[in-house]
């Protein structure tokens, strides 16, 4: 078993040529709304039959107040609402309110697309629990969940005291 580049060859995200058969009646969620996690929902939204990404901050950021900030805005602003749908109530999550710069504001790979399948929702509201369920949000809804991917620029560098395998007997800290 190997792994594979992504779709888009300029990013350093790699996946597992395994073939994961049809998709699985599994719980996913994705947590995370930069670019990692909106690779991770358009990439595993393949081979999942029901996935709920959650997003949740937004990050502003650089470059106000010149002309080609306010044209960036309204760039991003025309391919969101293309990608969305003029009507989609998600438009006011993803419709930038901030300077255009360092944030990825028009994800590629048909990631606005998906969001728009059937096997897709979108969550809005903040994580306040994890329970062995799943997860509770701030609106008290409980989700029930399989699997949690998160892609939240969490820093993994720390090498635990205890020893953690992954595929292919690999150690945490090896790699």
């Known amino acids: 078993m190997g792994s594979i580049e992504v779709d888009r060859p300029t990013e350093a995200y790699r996946v597992w040529d395994t073939y994961l058969g049809e998709p699985r009646q599994l719980r996913v969620i994705t947590i995370g709304a930069g670019a990692a996690g909106l690779n991770l929902a358009y990439q595993i939204n393949r081979h999942i039959k029901n996935i709920n990404h959650i997003i ?5 950021e ?34 930038p309110d ?44 409980i989700i029930k969940v399989d699997i949690f991917a998160y892609a939240t620029r969490f820093n993994i560098s720390f090498c635990p005291r205890y020893l953690l395998i992954g595929q292919n007997g690999i150690q945490l800290g090896q790699q």
């Open 98 to 141: 901030f300077s255009i710069g360092c944030q990825c504001t028009t994800p590629g790979n048909s990631y606005l697309e998906a969001l728009t399948k059937d096997n897709v929702r979108v969550i809005i509201d903040a994580i306040t629990e994890v329970i062995p369920e799943g997860i509770k949000t701030a609106t008290s809804e």
């Open 56 to 60: 949740y901050e937004k990050n502003p």
């Open 62 to 95: 650089i470059i106000k107040g010149s002309p080609e900030q306010a044209e960036a805005v309204q760039f991003s602003t025309n391919e969101v609402k293309n990608k969305l749908g003029a009507n989609n109530p998600l438009l006011k999550y993803f419709l």
